[in-house]
Structures are given as C-alpha cells and as structure tokens.
C-alpha cells in the first residue's frame, strides 16, 4: 500500500485534512450542497416527464424554459386545459385525406402542396 492511502485510512495525511475541512460547514460542503440540489431539481423534472404521454411531452417540448417548468407543475387536467389553448390559438386550417392536421402555424406552403396533391387524387 502506498504512503498515502495509508496515511488516508488512518485519518491523517492530505486528504484527511480536507475532509475534516469540508465537515466544518466550509465552501466544500456547499459546493456539494448545491450539486445534490441540482440533481434533485434534476430527477423531478425527468421524473416528471416520464410520467407525459406523447401529446403532452410535445407539447412540452414546444415551450420556453418558464412554460416547461410551469407545464410539469399542473396535474393531468391542467395540463389537458393548457394544450387545448394552445390548440386555439393554433386552429387547424386544413386537414389531409389521412386525418393530418395543418395548423395556422405550419409552413404555408406545405399547406398549398399538401391541398394540390389531395385535389390531383380527387376523382
């Protein structure tokens, strides 16, 4: 064994001397602190948006930072009321043959090229 670990697991050396540094309540500690909050906000939030289903969790990949922490906080309802609204000010302006929804919010001329391909198939 070296000199070190030796001296490391008889409490004296180096290391010990900062663990014993860290325990006072030193800047180690809240380093530490603060990297256990971190992880914590961290797994709440993964947590959180595991438990979406897939219209909720694109939903909530299309907001800003404030709104994707506001959307995980509402519960099943809540978040269902905030899509809803954000389907209305979103209205569906064409529907495809196969059931696609275009919104206001698409592309313009994805719209148009979808319309003239489904008018082409029309008998």
């Known amino acids: 064994m070296s000199a070190a670990v030796q001296a490391s697991s008889r409490g004296t050396g180096a290391g010990a001397d900062a663990h014993r540094r860290n ?3 030193t800047a180690g500690d809240q380093a530490v602190e603060k990297r ?3 992880l914590e906000d961290e797994l709440r939030i993964a ?3 595991g438990s979406l289903n897939d219209v909720e969790k694109s939903h909530y990949n299309s907001l800003d930072d404030d709104g994707k922490s506001g959307f995980l906080k509402l519960d099943a ?3 269902g009321n905030a899509i809803e609204k954000a389907k209305g000010d979103d209205p569906v302006v ?3 043959e196969d059931g696609t929804e ?3 919010s698409d592309d313009p001329r994805v719209i148009v090229e979808v319309r003239t391909t489904g008018q082409q198939r029309a008998p």
């Open 23 to 25: 325990v006072d309540g």
């Open 36 to 38: 256990l909050e971190n």
């Open 47 to 49: 947590k959180a948006y």
């Open 77 to 79: 309802e809540g978040r």
């Open 94 to 96: 064409y529907t495809a």
């Open 102 to 104: 275009f919104r206001k």
